[in-house]
């Protein structure tokens, strides 16, 4: 089935070989595709040029909103595709996706994802109602300046799309607690450019309340060990980045 909408799927990527060639088949839809590998140590950027309709290009990544924005800006066509690897673009979404870009007036469209971890479907743990947009006019849209946790911007009027998206983003318990840290020393690094200085308040309260909340009242015990879980990594995140926001005022590394 080809589709007479011109649209480029984009993604960014650093060692994702055992996802990237499953991508890119799930991409069926688009005109063409465009990779911005953060220069990976695996066989990512091999297995995507080997692909027809793939434009592969290589960029140091500094932050999620600057790449993302850069890839953007590569794309031939208004019409764009923004999905993370970690997600699968079912045929019913991509169907969907197809008549969209022939008969909607919106310029972005928000997909709801259905978010698994350790192979279990997590249905509460205030990730039961996760909208993010991932089909877009990039004359419309642009990523906002947060190093992570970046929004994308709309100017327009937006659509949400009937079809979900599920979201693998559990690799491994020491991958997932990597992004996790990833994460908070990005959001660390914010705090630090805004003047924010962590007290006893940021240690103490601000981690045991994250966890409060996404255990007990957004119901993660209703999701067993794997919402207990997802609620402690969160919670240390929270107790990370404030560590991390108190080295950089120290200069320690």
């Known amino acids: 089935m080809e589709n007479p909408a011109k649209i480029t799927a984009?993604?960014?990527?650093?060692?994702?070989?055992?996802?990237?060639e499953a991508y890119i088949e799930s991409l069926w839809f688009a005109d063409e595709i465009v990779i911005v590998d953060s220069f990976s140590s695996d066989d990512t950027v091999v297995l995507a040029s080997k692909q027809p309709k793939v434009r592969v290009l290589q960029r140091s990544f500094d932050n999620f909103s600057s790449q993302?924005?850069?890839?953007?800006?590569?794309?031939?066509?208004?019409?764009?595709?923004?999905?993370?690897?970690?997600?699968?673009?079912?045929?019913?979404?991509?169907?969907?996706?197809?008549?969209?870009?022939?008969?909607?007036?919106?310029?972005?469209?928000?997909?709801?994802?259905?978010?698994y971890f350790m192979g279990k479907r997590i249905r509460y743990s205030g990730l039961q109602n996760d909208y993010v947009v991932r089909f877009f006019n990039k004359n419309h849209c642009r990523y906002n300046e947060n190093l992570v946790h970046e929004t994308l911007e709309v100017n327009g009027r937006s659509e949400n799309l009937?079809?979900?998206?599920?979201h693998?983003?559990?690799?491994?318990?020491?991958?997932?607690?990597?992004?996790?840290?990833?994460?908070?020393?990005?959001?660390?690094?914010?705090?630090?450019?805004?003047?924010?200085?962590?007290?006893?308040?940021?240690?103490?309260?601000?981690?045991?309340?994250?966890?409060?909340?996404?255990?007990?009242?957004?119901?993660?015990?209703?999701?067993?060990?794997?919402?207990?879980?997802?609620?402690?990594?969160?919670?240390?995140?929270?107790f990370k980045r404030y560590v991390n926001l108190w080295l950089l005022y120290r200069k320690i590394e």
Request: charged share 20%; no cysteine; glycine share 2%.
């Open 68 to 115: 993302k924005n850069f890839a953007i800006a590569q794309a031939k066509n208004t019409w764009v595709t923004f999905f993370d690897l970690d997600e699968t673009i079912t045929p019913q979404l991509a169907e969907e996706i197809v008549e969209k870009s022939k008969n909607s007036t919106a310029v972005a469209f928000f997909v709801k994802r259905d978010f």
């Open 168 to 238: 693998h983003t559990y690799k491994s318990f020491d991958a997932y607690t990597a992004k996790a840290h990833q994460y908070s020393a990005l959001q660390a690094e914010m705090r630090y450019k805004k003047g924010e200085k962590p007290n006893y308040y940021h240690f103490l309260f601000r981690p045991f309340y994250r966890f409060l909340n996404q255990f007990v009242f957004r119901l993660g015990f209703l999701d067993g060990k794997e919402g207990f879980i997802l609620a402690y990594v969160s919670a240390f995140s929270v």
């Open 10 to 20: 984009i993604a960014i990527t650093l060692n994702e070989a055992q996802n990237i």
């Open 162 to 166: 009937k079809n979900s998206l599920p």
